[in-house]
């Protein structure tokens, strides 16, 4: 994009800086620790942070951003994780959660379906509020076409359908 040979992108993560982008769509998207339901923590109805440094975990690799938000948060607790398997796709992450022991740090987007069909459930970590940026951006100097607008318009709405 900055080279412009793309118009647009639709990115998931950190904010991108105003002044170099134009910002056609942004939502904050919550990212949940999860578990299966049969999980022993998953009965409880708070946890604290403190409690995580005992559990597997299964992360995402280190380019996701809120993994390593996460880790930071909790390393601002003293708690340092130790993930037991990390994986680049959350599908993956999810099926696993769906079947075993362990706990993870995804968007909750990525685990909704899973979450409203009971396989997968949101743990109540007491102090734990993070959130992923999903923006479509646009090059400061590209003007946006007829076209292109038709499209974001549908992209967003896609969007807040599946975040919200």
């Known amino acids: 994009m900055q080279t412009t040979m793309l ?26 620790v999860a578990a299966s339901p049969s999980h022993p923590l998953a009965s409880r109805k708070r946890i604290m942070p403190e ?3 005992a559990q597997e975990f299964i992360l995402m690799e280190s380019s996701a951003s809120y993994c390593v938000a996460f880790q930071n948060e909790l390393s601002r607790r ?3 994780l130790r993930p037991f398997l990390t994986l680049q796709r959350s599908d993956m992450v999810r099926k696993i959660l769906e079947d075993g022991m362990f706990l993870s740090v995804l968007p909750r987007y990525a685990i909704a379906t899973s979450v409203a069909s009971g396989s997968v459930c949101v743990l ?13 951006a646009l090059h400061r100097d590209k003007v946006p076409t007829p076209q292109l607008t ?3 318009t549908v992209l ?9």
């Open 7 to 32: 118009d647009m992108a639709c990115l998931i993560d950190d904010p991108l800086p105003l002044r170099e982008w134009q910002i056609l769509c942004s939502v904050e998207a919550d990212v949940v």
């Open 150 to 152: 038709g499209f974001v």
């Open 78 to 80: 003293g708690v340092e």
């Open 124 to 136: 109540p970590v007491s102090g734990l509020s993070l959130t992923q940026t999903v923006q479509i």
């Open 156 to 164: 967003t709405n896609q969007i807040h359908m599946r975040i919200a």
């Open 51 to 53: 409690e995580l440094a």
